[in-house]
């Protein structure tokens, strides 16, 4: 097997991926281009790609004598690649569900804390110099112990966050899912985000991107928030207008946002990076060298069992 990898990859994921054939690893952390793409489809029986490696459809039709049989992709997002183009080229692709679960919980616990404590703004405060000192009203923020908050999307990593949320935190959860689901905490599921976003002093933001989430979280759904409430987002910029947050930021329609991922990324709007009441992460949800292993290792163990010719464990 050729395998070729689209950016480099921690040490241990490389040697375990040498175990099954010849690898290539491309030294640029950049995307991959549109001719690198395809050089890549018509070069190497695996290719392991990643975030922003846009394997659209016309990616596929442009490349001729498709020699890939696997794409592995490193992450559990895979709205980057085109799955029925590549299943129409007879390309298998897989992800890597799992992994990521905990460490982009915490993140998200992570944003929820520092948007509603303010922590950023008072850092930076700091850092400045213009901390004056102590006193009684100094950066009063929003206090999260028993608060309400808001999942949008109730899959591994929704739970991961609503679990942390309600047990180490004491905050009711409410959800909106397709369909209901058996939890270890009580939660509430509503029945639009509208009605969700008017209950809670937290919203999170944890589905999948795909074409029935581009832009779900809209005006609609910052105009039914609390003007004390919390917006924060760990999934997919695209999820959200961009637009109309910015909007309700600037208008107080909510009380300020904590982002991990945006929508055009890596192009974060300069109303955005202006604004104090906003956090803003350069897309760290398992940015640590623990969880990128682990990732690593799953998208090889999924080449291996195609490889050998068996059931994929993360097909999608």
Known sequence: MDIFV??????????????????????????????????????????????????????????????????????????????????????????????????????????????ARRLSEGERMLRQGDWSGWHPTQMLGLHVTGKTVGIIGMGRIGQAIARRCHFGFGMDVRYVNRSAKDLEFPAVKMDTLQALAAQCDVIVVALPANENTHHLIDASVFNAMQKHAYFVNIARGDIVNEADLIDALQRGTIAGAGLDVYEFEPKVPPALIAMENVVLLPHLGTASLEVRTQMGLMAVENIAAFVNGGDIPNRV
């Open 6 to 115: 689209s950016r480099p990859l921690p040490d241990a994921v490389c040697t375990a991926a040498r175990a099954l054939g010849s690898v290539t690893v491309r030294t640029s952390t950049d995307p991959l281009s549109r001719a690198e793409m395809i050089a890549a489809l018509e070069t190497y029986d695996v290719i392991l790609p990643t975030l922003r490696d846009a394997f659209s459809a016309d990616i596929f039709e442009g490349a001729k004598g498709i020699r890939c049989k696997m794409m592995a992709n490193f992450g559990v997002g895979f709205n980057h690649i085109d799955i029925a183009a590549a299943n129409s080229k007879g390309i298998v692709v897989s992800n890597t569900p799992g992994a990521v679960t905990d460490a982009t919980a915490d993140i998200g616990m992570s944003l929820i804390l520092m948007a």
